[in-house]
């Protein structure tokens, strides 16, 4: 193979942009790990001959389909369905589905290549993938939503299956979509199978998934701070979000004696200085799930709580915080205003929450920064865990796949510290997660030669 094919970053990156126009979250999302891999590639030519960082932003395939479906007023809906299949090296393609307005090609082309990294980074066998379509399921009742789930996997249950891809939930997609896409998978192919994660207890889920992603966030926050003789104990976090993601981060940071000041959605956040306890994280939990509220709700009801429409709470003094809900939600001017008000470390629940001016900031003030593709990397590794329990027809408890939760979270930290540690005792979260998730993967397809 020729050495000439070595391009430098600035070169590669045009071929990003021109290959992938308008695809500007993909972009970013290649962008940020392509920084720290040129630089780690610089001494390794069979990286760059076999063209390995090349074929791995460029995904395995894209699957895009129509999703008919009918409402409750009898009107035909049209929406668009996609499953990216990124990167399968190192096991079957892994990750959720997101259903949300906001879904087009571009959002989940980097959802499934970060995922590829994050999934590595877990030390399973799991490959990168991530699917979804722009349906918006705010304000739709029961049975439209489960003819939307039907009608998507009665196109998507072609292209998965337990050793094929593995899809699970993302924002949008929750217990009850899981359940409704298995049902249909199971009724078009007469197998029951582990082919989705998140699944329900009694139709072997994994007893950790819900909390996993969230409580993972808290683990590799409490990591990051051990590192550096720090503790969750007495700090104050600012959380977004009030999904899954966010409730079960505010729930460990809870148990570990920190206070939780605020929480959010798409309309506002609300902020409540007494903090958010166990009993009010319940309350939300409740809102969100059974109610399908809105998070304005908890000012009306907790008193000392306000609401702050429109806006999101990375202005609110703290010691930490925790962005668990959606890409590019803490820009640069939030990320200045975090570190000037004292914040010591972020843990992202969320992928992509941070835009890359953002992550300068934090990397300028050298406040510690978990990229989103490790801190939040505990849902999936629960998931590898539901795997391998539906392969091997067994359930294990909720005590144990805590301890392999919190081991595996402990794992990634180390992984990170060894890539990312930049020798005068500052740790480069980032660099280390995407220098050690690249390893594994890139090396798996050296071995399998030119595929
Ligand atoms: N959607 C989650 C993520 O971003 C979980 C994926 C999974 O469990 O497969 O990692």
């Not at 399973?124 to 029961?142: C, E, H, Q, V, Y």
């Not at 003819?147 to 050793?163: A, D, K, T, V």
């Not at 919190?406 to 997660?433: F, P, Q, R, S």
Request: charged share 25%; net charge negative; aromatic share 8%.
């Amino acid at each position: 193979m020729a050495v000439s094919d070595h391009v430098d970053l600035a070169t590669f990156m045009e071929g990003v942009k021109k290959r992938n126009p308008g695809q500007t979250e993909f972009i970013q999302a290649v962008h940020e790990v392509a920084q720290d891999i040129f630089e780690f590639m610089s001494d390794k030519v069979e990286y760059h001959e076999a063209q390995i960082l090349r074929r791995i932003a460029e995904p395995d395939r894209v699957v895009s389909f129509r999703v008919c479906w009918e409402d409750d007023n009898h009107n035909i809906r049209v929406q668009r369905g996609w499953r990216v299949q990124n990167n399968n090296a190192i096991g079957p393609y892994k990750g959720g589905i997101r259903f949300h307005p906001s879904v087009t090609e571009s959002v989940l082309k980097f959802l499934a290549f970060e995922q590829t990294f994050k999934n590595s980074l877990t030390g399973l066998p799991m490959g990168g993938g991530k699917g979804g379509a722009n349906f918006n399921p705010r304000g739709k009742s029961d049975s439209e939503v489960m003819r939307f789930c039907q009608s998507f996997m009665s196109e998507l249950y072609r292209h998965i299956g337990p050793n094929t891809d593995v899809p699970a939930g993302d924002i949008g997609v929750g217990g009850r979509e899981i359940g409704y896409m298995f049902g249909q998978y199971k009724r078009l192919t007469n197998r029951w199978e582990g082919v989705l994660t998140g699944k329900g207890q009694e139709y072997g889920g994994s007893q950790m998934r819900p909390e996993a992603t969230g409580y993972g966030a808290v683990y590799f926050l409490q990591n990051m701070l051990k590192h550096q003789g720090n503790d969750v104990e007495g700090q104050s976090a600012v959380i977004s979000g009030s999904g899954n993601v966010a409730t079960h981060a505010a729930e460990k940071i809870t148990q570990l004696g920190g206070k939780v000041l605020t929480m959010s959605d798409s309309g506002g956040f609300i902020h409540d200085p007494d903090g958010i306890d166990q009993e009010k994280i319940d309350w939300v939990k409740h809102l969100k799930n059974v109610k399908r509220g809105r998070i304005s709700e908890y000012a009306d009801e907790f008193k000392g709580a306000t609401y702050h429409e429109g806006e999101r709470p990375w202005g609110v003094e703290c010691d930490l915080a925790l962005p668990c809900a959606t890409q590019n939600e803490l820009n640069e001017d939030e990320a200045k205003s975090l570190v000037s008000n004292g914040c010591k470390g972020v843990s992202e629940g969320a992928n992509m929450p941070t835009t890359l001016e953002g992550v300068k900031v934090f990397h300028d003030a050298k406040i510690l920064y978990g990229p989103g593709k490790a801190a939040n990397a505990g849902g999936v590794a629960v998931s590898g865990l539901e795997m391998s329990q539906n392969s091997e027809r067994i359930s294990w408890n909720q005590e144990r796949l805590g301890d392999m939760l919190t081991d595996l979270m402990e794992g990634i930290h180390e992984k990170c510290v060894e890539y990312g540690d930049d020798g005068d005792g500052y740790v480069d979260y980032v660099k280390g997660a995407n220098i050690a998730g690249f390893k594994k993967v890139a090396d798996a397809m050296l071995a399998f030669g030119v595929v």
